[in-house]
């Protein structure tokens, strides 16, 4: 396994040595090709928490219950292709399009890990892309970079109150699935947690670790340029707004009282736009970016 060196972020060859089987080969987690959205008034089926997505005029909840046994669908939305996808061992979601000047990618699930996270390939070439990092590690397009798109934890609740049109994911996925159960833990009570979501440790191995936070404890990563930057979850919802200079880019943390979540904005200008950022257990956001600044 190739070292990460000192004040560096690991390599693109030092993640991709780095993976690691998870159990299910190939597309042994099989991804959403063809999903099915029914109206929140049809929803009776769903739990807590719920991923929400406001995009192109849209506005879809995927429920993690679903992305639990899925962890990728590929939708549309908008018009746009883009992947929404879901790594319940490093409690990422985020939502990705192929960059300019790239063909429209669909992905799979490798059956690997990198960082006790979600390594996924794309069908049209083959790359291989963990998810936390949005890059290609190995293949035609190593050293790609997708498009993100953020989504927002929440509860079916909150969602459906402040998006009362919002359409939802379907359990129809063509799959037979134990929807409604989950076999790393439970978010009963989200944001309370168990199970592996709560304890100490990972499943499997990461590249470095930290012991400034608990491992599963939630962060917001941010991402501008070249550098990055992680907030305490909870140190938002207490502060209420934080601020912070990125790259030479301002940041503005702020918490979603509707929502319960914390939202990530960025200055473009005399305009705030949203950032380039997501909630990650802290040993998954450190093992990607141990050179990240962190608020704590």
Sequence with gaps: ???????????????????????????????????RFVPAGDASFLADPVFG???????????????VWHEIVNDTVGGEPLAITYCPLTGT????????????LTFGTTGRLVNSNLLMYDRETGSEWPQLLGTAVSGPLKGTKLGTVPLVWTTWKQWRTTHP?????????????????????????????????????TLFPVL???????D???????????????????????????????AGTQVEARWDDKLGTARVLQRDGEQWEPADSLDSMWFAWHAFYPNSQVRQ
Aim: glycine residues 12%.
């Design 1 to 35: 396994m190739t070292a990460v060196q000192p004040g560096q972020d690991p390599s693109l060859e030092a993640l991709a040595a780095a993976a690691v089987s998870g159990g299910p080969g190939k597309d042994g987690i099989p991804s959403i090709d063809k999903p």
């Design 208 to 214: 470095t670790t930290s012991d400034r936070f608990p």
């Design 216 to 246: 599963k404890d939630v962060v917001i990563g941010v991402r501008v340029g070249d550098e990055r930057l992680a907030i305490h979850k909870d140190l938002i919802r207490t502060a209420g707004t934080m601020r912070a200079d990125v």
């Design 53 to 67: 997505l406001e995009y192109r005029g849209e506005v879809r909840a995927y429920p993690q219950q679903v992305l």
């Design 93 to 104: 979601v985020i939502g990705f399009s192929a960059p300019s000047g790239t063909q429209e």
């Design 165 to 201: 049109e919002t359409q939802v994911l379907s359990t129809d996925t063509g799959a037979l699935r134990s929807y409604g159960s989950d076999p790393y833990g439970s978010y009963d009570g989200y944001p309370d947690r168990s199970g592996y979501y709560a304890k100490e440790g």
